[in-house]
């Protein structure tokens, strides 16, 4: 059985993330999207937020009922061990991403063997990202078309505690 494991902060989810969701769960047997947290990034959702936004947008795709959600409590390697991957899924918007993405790649391949494969991003999604909705939101602009049912409210609610 071949187990790959999506992972990212997902602060929020996006369709983008989503698309790329879908698309690993058909090469691969299980996939589990790993809620990390990244200490480079300050976060406006929780993390408990946020597996709970990843849960609940794969609850509207059926076709995504098989995938499992958990939070990376710490090196994406262990993860990786502890849930038997052989594979890490990235997506890729373009050239930055995966500038960015290969060290941690070859790194990750160093510390355990865990292969990581790139899918780019479907082009309608390609200038999604997490900031960017975040950006958005925080200026009273319109997020719904960029991310999953429930996530633009969460996203205005942290927003407006935050202010």
């Known amino acids: 059985m071949s187990i790959a494991v999506c992972p990212g902060s997902f602060d929020p989810i996006t369709l ?90 070859l790194m990750n391949r160093h510390l355990s063997g865990v292969e990581t494969v790139f899918l780019p991003a479907e082009q309608r999604y390609a200038h999604v990202a997490s900031s960017l909705v975040k950006d958005i939101a925080r200026h009273g602009g319109p997020i719904e078309d960029l991310v999953p049912p429930g996530a633009a409210e969460a996203v205005r609610a942290a927003v407006a505690h935050r202010a």
């Not at 959702?45 to 936004?53: G, S």
């Not at 939070?71 to 990786?80: A, H, K, N, Q, R």
């Open 16 to 105: 983008g993330h989503l698309d790329v969701v879908r698309r690993a769960a058909r090469l691969f047997d299980v996939v589990v999207v790993g809620v990390a947290r990244n200490a480079s990034k300050s976060a406006l959702l929780t993390p408990q937020e946020r597996v709970d936004l990843v849960r609940g947008a794969l609850a509207e795709d059926a076709d995504l009922a098989s995938v499992q959600v958990e939070e990376v409590p710490g090196l994406l390697v262990d993860f990786c061990r502890q849930v038997g991957a052989s594979a890490v899924v990235k997506g890729l918007r373009g050239g930055a991403d995966f500038d960015g993405e290969q060290p941690m790649a």
